[in-house]
């Protein structure tokens, strides 16, 4: 029985991204740190991490990774770029920007995300505790707002 229950640990391992994981663990990001990752870390795109360190420095102020379940990694049947199951990886991140209060913020953090490389970038005013950003890496640009509940795409607001 022992060896069938390792077996299937290695195999979870080596599918949920074990090479991944001696990557990750050699990477270093100057503003985050592993433990904000959570469980997602050994899952996570080096390149979307790169990326978000870049933002944070453009920034100049915290970024917050949130704590809602989904805000990270997502085991579902969703096409969503937070799906590991459907890209092998976590390509998606919900953080919370300090300061990032007005409109003028707001463009600011668009602006700033679109010149670091992210190429997925959603803008919420209806998230508690501020306004939130979904930062992605995805094939073709894709940019849009979520005000009080209801989507705009190509909107900056």
């Given at each position: 029985?022992?060896?069938?229950?390792?077996?299937?640990?290695?195999?979870?391992?080596?599918?949920?991204?074990g090479?991944?994981?001696?990557?990750?663990?050699?990477?270093?990001?100057?503003?985050?740190?592993?433990?904000?990752?959570?469980?997602?870390?050994?899952?996570?795109?080096?390149?979307?991490?790169?990326?978000?360190?870049?933002?944070?420095?453009?920034?100049?102020?915290?970024?917050?990774?949130?704590?809602?379940?989904?805000?990270?990694?997502?085991?579902?049947?969703?096409?969503?770029?937070?799906?590991?199951?459907?890209?092998?990886?976590?390509?998606?991140?919900?953080?919370?920007?300090?300061?990032?209060d007005?409109?003028?913020?707001?463009?600011?953090?668009?602006?700033?995300?679109?010149?670091?490389?992210?190429?997925?970038?959603?803008?919420?005013?209806?998230?508690?505790?501020?306004?939130?950003?979904?930062?992605?890496?995805?094939?073709?640009?894709?940019?849009w707002?979520?005000?009080?509940?209801?989507?705009?795409?190509?909107?900056?607001?």
């Open positions: 029985m022992f060896k069938n229950v390792a077996l299937g640990a290695f195999f979870l391992f080596l599918f949920y991204g090479y991944r994981t001696v990557k990750n663990e050699m990477l270093e990001l100057k503003y985050f740190s592993r433990s904000e990752f959570g469980i997602w870390w050994p899952l996570m795109s080096q390149d979307l991490l790169q990326k978000l360190d870049l933002f944070r420095e453009k920034w100049g102020a915290p970024v917050v990774i949130t704590s809602h379940p989904d805000g990270l990694g997502r085991k579902d049947e969703s096409g969503s770029m937070h799906n590991v199951l459907k890209w092998g990886e976590v390509r998606a991140v919900d953080v919370f920007p300090q300061g990032m007005t409109l003028e913020d707001r463009q600011r953090a668009f602006q700033i995300a679109k010149s670091v490389g992210l190429t997925g970038i959603g803008l919420y005013t209806d998230t508690r505790p501020s306004n939130m950003l979904h930062l992605d890496n995805r094939d073709k640009f894709t940019y707002t979520r005000i009080a509940g209801k989507y705009n795409y190509g909107m900056v607001a």
